[in-house]
């Protein structure tokens, strides 16, 4: 790697209750500040709300031609762990196309996505974080180097999810121009939670810690009053009480004016928002690995393969808005299983039915769906992709979460953008094809921050969705440009015919 000027751990946000509010603007400071090591994550702590900014130059001088397209990375984690630690989302490969990285911390869990309704608590707060990092962005990065006209917004997994919650927000409106989600939608069942559990989850939260009370101000008083810790540590035990694939507690939801001071993120449901077409409308990529659902599937516990072939009802999307136990409910969930397992018993024999099951329900559809609904509204140019590359660098190899079926599975992606502790770079030749890989994905991701052609230095034409062009571009040991239409056809149409419904 050649060498890089970093500026680590800038403060950009101060707040003064973790849990319930808004983020604040962090004081300045006199002097020389020590921004040269990482601060905390936002899973235990209140002092977290970082940003990391790194440059492979310092600033030249006033002239704005020198500046350098800006992308920055939201990180994954479900919105309950995670952080934009170095560690994992390191710069090497990036900084190499000159350009000015930003990675940073939100609130995560219930300190971030408390939904508890009152007029004190501000929802949301973790988008609101990030929402935040941005206009730190457009108010500071050129003192780094970096162009606020070309910000690129990044994601992963939950971060993906961000991405689009950014984009569909009316309150974000200018802080980034263009914007890249990785294998995560508003559309999926996991991203999004009704107001009512919203509000469910909190009072549940606030038992689990020792509240007794039934008054909304009293609850809103003793949670005040609770640790960071210790809020952590109880809000892993709330139960989402009506699905498998709803294994997240503290989640997106909507927000009035009543708790937020008018500061309003998301003032509709995310598929309201998409339908309307009242969204940013910046180019944008979207994309999936090509087997999702493997490194779920490796960590499932022996209980879910009971649940599986007795309650398979409990694995619909809540999204589908069916209730358990319902005829139409299980109807639903005998067709599913119908098409997916057909007569055979879920087990270690029809695990790759599992994983496409888990890939379409959890990640394809709404992705799909996302598509659907950006390309009857947005004039910008949109791109999709499927990465399916099994390598050296894929969490897949690292913790063997192998099958003998093929496919890159959730953030297989990841360490062919980023440099990351978990190897030693110098054991891979530069001719490999894990360093091939990473070299075009880097060249691909930033030539779109760079608003250059995407496939500019690759021999490649990668082209948007349109009515004529329904594309995709396929990342494997090579490059090819495949039909969207011919993408698992039939799964495709079963979930559009699933969430038919739902979307009209």
Avoid at 38 to 65: A, F, H, K
Avoid at 222 to 237: C, G, K, P, V
Avoid at 360 to 387: A, E
Avoid at 431 to 444: A, C, D, W, Y
Wanted: proline letters at 4%; glycine letters at 8%.
């Amino acid at each position: 790697m050649k060498s890089r000027q970093s500026f680590l751990v800038v403060t950009f946000l101060l707040v003064v209750n973790v849990s319930s509010q808004a983020p604040q603007g962090a004081p300045s400071w006199e002097g020389v500040k020590d921004a040269s090591s990482v601060g905390s994550s936002c899973r235990m702590s209140e002092d977290c709300l970082y940003i990391n900014v790194y440059s492979p130059q310092l600033p030249s001088g006033n002239e704005t031609n020198s500046l350098l397209a800006v992308m920055v990375w939201i990180h994954g984690g479900g919105f309950n762990v995670g952080s934009g630690s170095p560690s994992l989302y390191g710069p090497g490969f990036l900084l190499e196309k000159k350009i000015l990285l930003v990675t940073f911390n939100y609130r995560l869990g219930a300190l971030g996505f408390l939904g508890l309704s009152h007029s004190e608590v501000s929802l949301n707060n973790g988008l609101k974080d990030q929402r935040a990092a941005l206009r730190w962005v457009q108010q500071n990065i050129e003192r780094f180097g970096g162009d606020p006209a070309r910000v690129t917004l990044f994601g992963e997994s939950a971060g993906g999810v961000s991405v689009e919650y950014q984009l569909i927000s009316p309150s974000t409106s200018g802080l980034f121009q263009r914007a890249i989600s990785g294998s995560g939608s508003v559309l999926n069942p996991w991203a999004y939670v009704d107001p009512t559990s919203a509000q469910t989850r909190a009072r549940q939260l606030a038992q689990l810690l020792g509240c007794t009370a039934e008054d909304n101000n009293d609850v809103y008083n003793f949670l005040m009053e609770a640790s960071a810790e210790n809020i952590t540590i109880y809000q892993d035990r709330v139960s989402t009480v009506r699905r498998s694939s709803d294994g997240l507690a503290f989640l997106p939801t909507v927000e009035d004016e009543t708790g937020n001071g008018g500061d309003v993120f998301l003032p509709a449901t995310p598929l309201e928002i998409l339908k309307s077409g009242n969204f940013n409308h910046v180019p944008y990529i979207t994309g999936f690995c090509s087997a999702e659902g493997k490194a779920w599937v490796a960590h499932m516990p022996p209980v879910l393969w009971d649940q599986l072939n007795n309650n398979f009802e409990s694995f619909l999307p809540y999204d589908l808005n069916l209730t358990i136990g319902t005829n139409e409910s299980q109807q639903v969930a005998a067709l599913v299983r119908k098409f997916y397992f057909g007569n055979e018993t879920a087990s270690l024999a029809t695990i790759e039915q599992l994983v496409n099951l888990v890939t379409d329900s959890w990640f394809l559809q709404g992705i799909h769906r996302t598509v659907k609904f950006l390309q009857r509204h947005n004039s910008t140019p949109m791109y999709v992709y499927q990465f399916s590359y099994e390598g050296r660098l894929s969490y897949s190899y690292i913790f063997q979460f192998n099958y003998p079926f093929p496919g890159a599975g959730h953030g297989d992606d990841l360490n062919y953008l980023f440099t990351t502790t978990y190897f030693n770079y110098t054991e891979f030749e530069s001719n490999s094809t894990e360093m091939k890989t990473v070299r075009r994905m880097v060249t691909l991701w930033t030539n779109f921050a760079k608003s250059r052609e995407l496939g500019e230095g690759l021999d490649l034409t990668w082209e948007p969705v349109g009515e004529s062009k329904q594309t995709y571009l396929d990342i494997n040991t090579e490059l090819s440009v495949q039909n969207l239409l011919e993408l698992h056809p039939e799964r495709s149409a079963f979930c559009d015919g699933l969430y038919s419904e739902v979307d009209n």
